[in-house]
Structures are given as structure tokens and as C-alpha cells.
Nanobody, 122 residues
Framework: QVQLVESGGGLVQAGGSLRLSCAAS???????????MGWFSQAPGKQRDLVAT???????NYADSVKGRFTISRDNAKNTVYLQMNSLKPEDTAVYYC?????????????WGQGTQVTVSS
């Protein structure tokens, strides 16, 4: 099992910045490492969409809508992933969920955080 705790959401004006954090803890059940980590967003009435992902080797992938504005990073020693969000737009308003892959001997399983609200006012 992997527990993910997110922080850093809130209310910000358009053009502002926020930094989200997600820490993986209580790693158990044969899981010996955290693999890829990422952030997904879900606006009301819409599906959950990928925002950005980062592998354990620091390879990154971004949704086209956030390229050049958001930066994902991680601290492997702390099992923590960050999302620096700059030049925020009202359309970035959503609940942001952290996801992390728990790697065990025989499989890789994804775990989700509880979500943190990001609201961007115009």
C-alpha cells in the first residue's frame, strides 16, 4: 500500500502561481520503490485528465495545455512530487490529484491521493 498526501491548493487570481506537493508514505505490502508519479486534474462534470508525469529517472511529460506554464519535479529521497503552476488561467480550475506507481516484485500498481482544489479567479 501507498498513502499519498497532497498539499498546496487554494484560490489564486489569474496570472498567479501555486505549488502543489504530494508525499508518498506508509509504503508497505512488498512495495520496494515508487515508480512514475504524476498529476491529474478533474473539473466539475468532466473526466480526469493528465496534467504532467515524471518517471523515477526524471523524464517528464506534459499536457499541451500546460506546457511552458507548469513544471513537474520530484525528490526521490522524500518520495515527493511537486507541480509548480505559473501563469494560471481560470480554465486551470479543478481538483488536482496526485498519482504514484508502487513497484513490487511482480507488478506495478497505481495509487491516488485525495485531491486538492485549485481555483483560479478571473
Amino acid at each position: 500500500q501507498v498513502q499519498l498526501v497532497e498539499s498546496g491548493g487554494g484560490l489564486v487570481q489569474a496570472g498567479g502561481s501555486l505549488r502543489l506537493s504530494c508525499a508518498a508514505s506508509r509504503i508497505s505490502g512488498g512495495i520496494f520503490s515508487i515508480g512514475a508519479m504524476g498529476w491529474f486534474s478533474q473539473a466539475p462534470g468532466k473526466q480526469r485528465d493528465l496534467v504532467a508525469t515524471i518517471t523515477s529517472g526524471d523524464s517528464t511529460n506534459y499536457a499541451d495545455s500546460v506546457k511552458g506554464r507548469f513544471t513537474i519535479s520530484r525528490d526521490n529521497a522524500k518520495n515527493t512530487v511537486y507541480l509548480q503552476m505559473n501563469s494560471l488561467k481560470p480554465e486551470d480550475t479543478a481538483v488536482y490529484y496526485c498519482k504514484a506507481d508502487g513497484v513490487s516484485q511482480f507488478r506495478v500498481q497505481g495509487y491516488w491521493g485525495q485531491g486538492t482544489q485549485v481555483t483560479v479567479s478571473s
